[in-house]
Every structure is written in structure tokens, then in C-alpha cells.
């Protein structure tokens, strides 16, 4: 095929997706410089489609941003009144005080939020200082400079054949060339994920670790609600399977957030996350809150976990990674948007002191360095023993050890270094044949959902024309090995239904990939055994829609 010839605009910097890192970035280079040109890509059909996150919102970030973000009307509107932290079990609960839980843990001073709406807000502020913002413009390529730098991205790539071969509609899409390219993708971005391979930024980082995070909004009945209450739960159902917890939020409009997070480094590939979420919902704490209310939205995310040590070199010939593209979510908090904006803002003032120097195309060595040594790196450094701790030991001698060593550390007096985090999430997962499959009960319909029918309350829309956006590097691996040795765990792993195996009497299995259905949360990418799939962007603005979340 002859090479596609694209028309290149420029800028002085180019940032891939519009979450709170891109657009906290977006604004420090305006007003550090308001001549400077800036875009903004982001794949969704609109800012803040793609964002999904709990969301407790620590506004360290918004401060340093936009101070008087009250005033300008930013939808931080319900500040946290009540935590609570219980440990559960299938048919009680037990509440931990909270004058045992580190100073860090506290929410008193931070608001329930919907970041989708945090997001749309920014990117209003953003274009009215002059950033031009383009949302439905899905990033497919990076774009290199005659040494080897990143110079830009190609975006906005439409009409291709199931094949990959050009439609009679085709859109080559642009070249947007920036003299800096930051990368906001989030989680396990496509092009960061590249990025990081080519230039070995993570050679001197532990691995990273992530967790897959399941959300549902719910309208409650008003006698039951409490606006501003924040509630985390550990333990029951997941208990000795899996790592991982709950929360529920109380916002306004008598509307709840309830969450589960399940880590990725489960050893038993039977597991369901998914399942393990409604399951959840019916522990009679749960099932009381909800009882009489409905569920209006659902969707799902993978979360970065590994935090202080897994963080790779942050800049890059030509640009830098922000936020959760490199992962900065303090898990014990788990809390990442004020990092996120703390990182744009770093990127961003490390950028214009270079171009102001004549640069471009070269390594924000600053960057890296603010944010180790700065509100970044302290933030999660208090912090990095406990995954590791409850990886290795569990859930007790997490809260155990691993809450001594937040208290040590936030008094400077930290005595186990640092801890490894050791395998990978896909290679923790083991064969099926050491562990027993996980019986779950069937979906009641009121308070538990079966995947295909939540899926739709995420709004999730694919133009099927196109070629699947999930990519095998084998297609024999699915059903010869993961299937053969690992009971096919994408058929559970993924929120969303996208994998299955279709056994037909007389046939081998066939292994199906339903990408309509995906809610972007790049589990796959990371669960599979095999890493034999790669999660690569639609055309923009597919995939879901939310509406606050």
C-alpha cells in the first residue's frame, strides 16, 4: 500500500487526551505564556466522555491551578462530611476507628466529585484562555523527528475497512507536530505504552501494577441518603481470592457512587471480577442502601497501582507522560486526580522554560526531577509499601504492617525501604488446573446486573464497520493456550462481555472478540496470561459515553 500522505499543523505543544493532567497542563502553559499555541486531542466524543474515576477529590491540584476555582463555578459541590472504613463479612461488618488510620487517609477537606464534569469544566476554562481542544479525535500514531524524537501524533484516522485497508469514506487524518508532546492517555495508554518500549523508560522501575475498577451510579431512597458520606469497605466477598475493596459515595441529588475495586494480581484464573461486584451489592449493608433505588449508569477502568517505584522515567525525547499514563494513584487513598494536575502543571512549566530557551524536541529533564522531588513524589513515596505488603501477605498484614509503615513514614521515620512488587499482573495469573472454579450466584435484576445489560447503561457505541480496535499477536493463543491451561479467563477478566468462547457441537472453540462492547478499561492488555492482546484507539469519539461519572 502506498504510504498515506497526511497534512501536519503546528503547534508549540500538542497534548493527547483531555482527562485532569492534559487539561491541568493545557491551562499552566496559558498562562505561563499566553502567545504559546496549544491542542488538545482527545479520543471521546466530548471532554469527559472516557473519564471514570470514584471520585473523591483531593483539590491540592485545583488549588495550585486555578485558586479561585470556586468562584468560577467548578462542580466541586458536595465536600466530604462522614468517613467510614469497614471491614466486611458475608453477613456483618466490623468498623475500624478512625483515629487508627494514618493522618493521609483522611478526607476531611476534599469533595465528592463527578471528574467526568471536573473535566468538561476545565476544558471550558482551558478554551477560554485560547487552547483549542478537539474531542472525537483518537490518536493512532506517533510521529517521529529525523533523530529519532517525538515530534507529533497522527489523529483523526476515519474509515477503514474490518481489514485495516482504506474504505471508500477514508479519512488519513492529521499530523499535529508540537515542539513538546505530553502524553495524558491515562492507564496503560496506547501510544504511551509505546513509548515507554521504545525508549526503555522503565528500565530502572519496578513493574507496574494495576487494579480494575467497576462503578454504578445510584439513585437512592432520599430518607437513606447522606450527602457528603464516604464509605470504603476491605474484605467479604473477595476475602483470600483476590486484593482489592469497595466504596460508596454520597453526592448530591440523592445519587450514590458504588464501586469495587479488584486487583489484577489474582492467582486463580476463575475469578470474575465483574461477579465479584454484584456480589458485593448484596452484603446486607450494601443491599439496604440500595434497596427501593435504581442503578443509571455503569462503567469500568483499570487503575495503576505499582506507585512510587513503578514509576518510569517520566520525559522523553520530544515530550513527557503525565498522570496515570505514568501512574501516580496513591492506592491506599486511592486518590490519583490530584496528582494527575499536579504533573500537567509541572509538565507544563518544564515545557515553556524550554521553549523559552530555544528548545524543542528534546528530554524535559526538569520534569522528571519536580515531580520526584516535589508534592508527586512525597505523596506516593508515604505510601509505597502497601501494595507490595498485600500482594505478598494479604489483606491483614497490609492493614497491619502496612498502616505502621504509613504512620512511620509520615513522621520521616520509614524502616522497610522500599519493597518490590515482584511479578507482573499477568504473570501472577496461574494455570486452572491448580485452583477450583468460583460458583456465583445468577444476577437478580434489581440489585445485580448481568454484564450485556449493565454495558448498556455505560452508552457504549462502536462503528462495527471498522477493524476491531483489540489486537491479537497470535490468534491461535486464545483457545490453544489460555483457554487449554488457563480456563479462557478474558471470558471473566473483562467488565464488558467483549470475550467469549463459542463452543459449537462437533467444532473446536472460537474465540470471539465483541469490541462494540468495550468500555476502554484496557484490562485485557494488561490480565492477559499470554500478553497476547494489544487495546489500540477506535476511531474517535467510539466507546462510551458517560454521563458523570
Not at 281 to 307: C, F, Q, T
Not at 399 to 417: E, H, K, S
Not at 509 to 533: A, G, L, M
Amino acid at each position: 500500500m502506498a504510504e498515506i500522505e497526511r497534512e501536519a499543523m503546528e503547534y508549540d505543544v500538542v497534548i493527547v487526551g483531555a482527562g485532569p493532567a492534559g487539561l491541568s497542563a493545557a491551562i499552566r502553559l496559558k498562562q505561563l505564556d499566553a502567545d504559546l499555541s496549544v491542542v488538545v486531542l482527545e479520543k471521546g466524543s466530548e471532554v469527559g466522555a472516557h473519564i471514570l474515576s470514584g471520585a473523591v477529590l483531593d483539590p491540592v491540584g485545583l488549588n495550585r491551578l486555578l485558586p479561585d476555582w470556586k468562584e468560577k463555578g467548578a462542580p466541586l459541590n458536595v465536600p466530604v462530611t462522614n468517613d467510614n472504613f469497614y471491614m466486611l463479612g458475608e453477613a456483618g461488618q466490623l468498623r475500624i476507628p478512625n483515629f487508627v488510620m494514618p493522618p493521609l487517609m483522611n478526607n476531611h477537606g476534599a469533595y465528592i466529585v463527578s471528574m467526568g464534569n471536573v473535566c468538561r469544566w476545565m476544558a471550558e476554562q482551558a478554551e477560554g484562555m485560547g487552547v483549542e481542544i478537539f474531542p472525537g479525535m483518537s490518536c493512532s500514531e506517533l510521529v517521529y523527528g529525523e533523530t529519532g524524537e517525538i515530534k507529533g501524533v497522527v489523529a483523526g484516522e476515519f474509515g477503514k475497512n474490518p481489514d485495516g485497508t482504506p474504505g471508500p469514506s477514508y479519512e488519513p487524518g492529521m499530523e499535529l507536530h508540537g515542539k513538546y508532546v505530553l502524553l495524558g492517555e491515562g492507564v496503560r495508554g496506547s501510544l504511551s505504552k509505546q513509548v515507554i518500549a521504545k525508549y526503555d523508560l522503565a528500565a530502572k522501575s519496578d513493574v507496574q501494577k494495576y487494579g480494575l475498577g467497576m462503578k454504578e451510579i445510584w439513585e437512592i431512597d432520599p430518607a437513606k441518603h447522606k450527602e457528603g458520606t464516604v464509605t470504603h469497605t476491605m474484605g467479604w466477598p473477595l476475602d483470600g481470592n483476590a486484593g482489592g475493596g469497595s466504596f460508596i459515595y454520597h453526592l448530591e441529588n440523592n445519587q450514590v457512587y458504588v464501586g469495587f475495586v479488584v486487583h489484577l494480581n489474582y492467582k486463580n484464573p476463575h475469578l470474575f471480577p465483574y461477579m465479584e461486584f454484584q456480589r458485593f451489592k448484596h452484603h446486607p449493608m450494601v443491599a439496604d442502601l440500595l434497596k427501593g433505588g435504581k442503578r443509571v449508569a455503569y462503567g469500568a477502568r483499570a487503575i495503576s497501582e505499582g506507585g512510587y517505584q513503578s514509576l518510569p522515567q517520566l520525559a522523553f525525547p520530544g515530550g513527557a507522560l503525565l498522570g496515570c499514563a505514568a501512574g501516580m494513584v496513591n492506592v491506599p487513598r486511592i486518590k490519583g486526580n490530584h496528582n494527575a494536575m499536579l504533573s500537567g502543571i509541572a509538565a507544563a512549566e518544564a515545557a515553556v522554560d524550554a521553549i523559552k530557551a530555544g528548545r524543542s524536541g528534546d528530554v524535559l529533564d526538569g520534569y522528571d526531577a519536580a515531580v520526584r522531588a516535589g508534592e508527586i513524589g512525597k505523596d506516593l513515596k508515604k505510601v509505597r509499601n502497601v501494595k507490595p505488603l498485600w500482594s505478598k501477605y494479604g489483606l491483614t498484614a497490609s492493614l497491619a504492617i502496612g498502616g505502621l509503615d504509613m504512620w512511620m513514614n509520615t513522621a520521616g521515620l520509614g524502616v522497610l525501604g522500599t519493597l518490590s512488587h515482584g511479578k507482573t499482573d499477568a504473570a501472577a495469573t496461574e494455570e486452572a488446573s491448580k485452583h477450583k472454579p468460583i460458583a456465583y450466584p445468577k444476577p437478580d435484576g434489581t440489585l445485580s446486573f448481568d454484564r450485556l445489560t449493565n454495558v448498556a447503561f455505560s452508552f457504549t457505541n462502536h462503528e462495527e464497520s471498522q477493524p476491531a480496535h483489540l489486537h491479537l499477536s497470535d490468534p491461535d493463543v486464545p483457545v490453544k493456550v489460555n483457554l487449554a491451561k488457563y480456563a479462557g479467563p478474558s471470558a471473566r477478566y473483562c467488565p464488558a462481555g467483549v470475550y467469549e468462547f463459542v463452543k459449537e457441537e462437533g467444532k473446536d472453540p472460537r474465540f470471539v472478540i465483541n469490541f462494540q462492547n468495550c468500555v476502554h478499561c484496557k484490562t485485557c492488555d494488561i490480565k492477559d496470561p499470554s500478553q497476547n492482546i494489544t487495546w489500540t484507539v477506535p476511531q474517535g469519539g467510539d466507546g462510551p459515553n458517560y454521563p458523570n461519572m
